[in-house]
């Protein structure tokens, strides 16, 4: 096989133009950074680029959205069929636990949301703002959707016959994709097979993915796992971000949460920062001294 380095575009052909959106910009995400309309043959069609937020050469995937009843094409001699593209550590995890997630929440308290004890309700209240099982209810149709959506995704990765997400060996992105249908069979078990039964190759990757087991564990005590923290050292050192857009430096006294839910703040002083991940260093009676690391993508940094 040829190789070649560096390119401006790959083009593909597609029959729908929002579905094809909805990939590209909703799923993975890419940014929508160009849209033409190709005036070629009988009737016109859209041309639509994908790529990093620059537009960058070397980043475009790009679509004609020929629509539904137009001859499906052949692969020509030499023609490139399938491409594949790389994603960021943690890409896979932010999907998982954001656009799957709220989908399985819903689906889930949808159907138990009564049932669940008063306790519970109040401390997803205080976690999430509020916790309405009438509100879950009325969103089910609209998240069985979303959900069933996403579980498409997961099919089309595993339709070439590969055995796991990346091939035939397991590795984290199964554990972010098996997060959600394994959390739908624990909650509402007489009604998982049903989210998944219009996917064969899903339920297979579950069945391998549920057979790898959980290794070998050993109990302990909320106390003593305490005492491992307070006898740790951190190994994280200091470093500052010469690009942090707001000018944070070490020392400096934040408050981290998340954007999402859970939006208790953590205060500390920041050990370091970049694109990726912010430290910070806290101290508390039960552990001492600790730096708790966060992603950036989802959490929200301000002064203390």
Known sequence: MSSFHGYHHITNTVTGGRSDVAFHVGLLPLRNVKRTVLLDGDRPFYHLYYGNQYGDPGTLVTSFAFGPDRPLGRQGSGQVSSIALKVPA????????????????????GEIGDLVPEDFK?????????????????AVPLMRDQYRAHTQFVEDQLSDGRRFWGGEQPGLADIHAFMNPWFVA????????????EFPNVQAWYERVTAIGHGTKSDMTPKEALAVAKAATSEAREAADPRDANGRKPGDKVTVSADDYGRDPIAGTIVFSNAREIAIRRSAPEVGEVVVHFPRAGFVVQPA
């Open 186 to 197: 624990s909650a509402l078990p007489h009604k998982a097979k049903e989210t998944i039964a």
């Open 122 to 138: 109040k401390d997803r209240a205080a976690m999430s703002g509020s916790f309405s099982s009438e509100a879950l209810k009325a």
């Open 90 to 109: 943690g890409s896979l995890g932010f999907w998982a636990d954001r656009q799957i997630f709220q989908a399985a929440v819903a689906i889930i308290f």
